[in-house]
Nanobody, 124 residues
C-alpha cells in the first residue's frame, strides 16, 4: 500500500527556486513511475513533470521544461522536483502521484496514491 507525502512548498520571490519532495511509504518508489501535478485556483489540474521507473525517462510540461528538473533518490525513497526561475504563474498546490505504467500520453497514465499537496506561492 503506497502512500505519498509532498513537502517543500512555500513562499518564494519571482526568479527564486524551490525543491519539492515526494516521499513514499509502504512501498518503494522505484517500482513506480512518479509525476508531479499542480492545480491553481479556478484551473484544472495539470501535469508538470514525470519520471519513469528507472529514472531514465523524464517528461515535462511546456511551461516546466528548461526550468524544472525531476529526479529520484532511492536511498530516501523520494522523487524530487527542483524548480528554478519561478514565476507567479507557477503558484499552485503541487501534488505527486504514482503509476505502474507510464503511457506515451504521460498525463493519461493510471496515476494513483495521490498525496495531500504542498502549496507553492510565487510573488512578483
Amino acid at each position: 500500500q503506497l502512500q505519498l507525502v509532498e513537502s517543500g512548498g512555500g513562499l518564494v520571490q519571482s526568479g527564486g527556486s524551490l525543491r519539492l519532495s515526494c516521499t513514499g511509504s509502504g512501498d518503494e518508489l522505484d517500482f513506480y513511475a512518479v509525476a508531479w501535478f499542480r492545480q491553481a485556483p479556478g484551473k484544472e489540474r495539470e501535469g508538470v513533470a514525470a519520471i519513469g521507473h528507472g529514472g531514465n525517462i523524464k517528461k515535462y510540461s511546456d511551461s516546466a521544461k528548461g526550468r524544472f528538473d525531476i529526479s529520484r533518490d532511492g536511498a530516501k525513497n523520494t522523487v524530487d522536483l527542483r524548480m528554478d526561475n519561478l514565476e507567479p504563474g507557477d503558484t499552485a498546490v503541487y501534488y505527486c502521484a504514482a503509476a505502474t505504467l507510464l503511457r506515451a500520453e504521460t498525463w493519461s497514465s493510471p496515476w494513483r496514491s495521490w498525496g495531500q499537496g504542498t502549496q507553492v506561492t510565487v510573488s512578483s
